[in-house]
């Protein structure tokens, strides 16, 4: 079974600050993880996918994510927080067929200004 | 790029009443989804069509949920005999490819 767990419900960090919101799995055989993000009001929008390959993953907007395999852990990071990056940060995992797809309980992202 | 596109937005219906929903992928999108979210969750699969086929099919879904895609183009969801608990914000999603999805804005169902 796939699944994927996001520790915090709340992160909360200055403007111009690095941000990290964790997210942790839990798979069986290769991950394919996903990162989302939900403004308010509007739907959820892509920021990335590990799916093979390089660790640090690169998306839009600035984000990347590290896949550590060895603590089942796809970290979604951002060097330097903007107002605008507040939002739901949701983290994914599918099934090999990518007929599935599972998603965290979500992260509420708020940077201060 | 219209986007995917999911009507009505709200619905507000009596418990017991049917109801359904429209969702309209984007139109090269071979692969549709429908998910269900609650506040405080993330969305949660129902169902996934891969054309006109339905191929999963959450085993947590009650069978007063039905879906189609009858093209594969546009796809229904439809909630049978709807109960206080079937409120919810209704999610479809299309893609290309196994990996990136495109999500619609969804449909807030409140049952009374």
């Known amino acids: 079974a796939q699944s994927v767990a996001q520790p915090e419900d709340q992160v909360n960090v200055a403007e111009g600050n690095p941000l990290t919101v964790k997210c942790t799995y839990s798979v069986s055989g290769n991950p394919y993880l996903f990162w989302y993000v939900q403004y308010p009001n509007r739907g959820l929008q892509f920021l990335l996918k590990?799916?093979?390959?390089?660790?640090l993953v690169k998306g839009s907007y600035g984000f990347e994510a590290e896949f550590n395999k060895s603590q089942t852990s796809f970290h979604l990071k951002k060097p330097s927080a903007l107002v605008s990056d507040s939002a739901l940060y949701f983290c994914a995992v599918r099934d090999w067929t990518g007929n599935q797809f599972y998603f965290g309980t979500g992260t509420s992202l708020t940077v201060i200004p | 790029d219209t986007g995917v596109s999911q009507n009505p937005r709200h619905k507000i219906t009596k418990r017991g009443q049917n109801v359904t929903f429209r969702c309209d992928p984007i139109s090269e999108h071979n692969r549709l989804y429908w998910y269900r979210q609650t506040l405080g969750q993330g969305p949660e699969f129902l169902t996934y069509?891969?054309?006109?086929?339905?191929?999963?099919k959450s085993r947590l879904l009650s069978d007063r949920f039905s879906a189609e895609r009858p093209k594969g183009s546009f796809s229904t969801l439809e909630i049978q005999r709807t109960e206080q608990g079937d409120s919810a914000m209704y999610l479809c999603a299309s893609s290309l490819t196994r990996n990136e999805q495109f999500f619609g804005p969804g449909t807030r169902l409140t049952v009374l």
């Open positions: 590990y799916i093979t390959g390089d660790n």
């Open positions: 069509f891969q054309n006109e086929a339905q191929l999963e």
